[in-house]
């Protein structure tokens, strides 16, 4: 999950975020501005693709998607109960 933790955090800070805000696991993503409703339909789809869970609309809420943290262990529920191998 480490791995997943890097590439998510890299193309969150390289391909996302609005601004030049220095990110970290823990920094609130929405409420600072440093992702859009946009660039939450982006990392939406790099999870999916990169870890192969299906995101139900429903679930993209702030307490899944607030900080790279919480996307991090929502993968992890989402890949054990889809059956899915954890990176």
Known sequence: MRDLA????SFVQDD???GSVE??????LLLTGAVDSL???R???WLEDETGIMVDPGDVTLENFQTIERMLTYVGKQQAEQGLAAE
Do not use: A, F, K, M
């Open 6 to 9: 890097s590439r998510l955090l």
């Open 43 to 45: 990392i939406t789809q």
């Open 16 to 18: 996302v975020c609005n």
């Open 23 to 28: 990110l970290t696991p823990e920094t609130d």
């Open 39 to 41: 660039g939450v339909i």
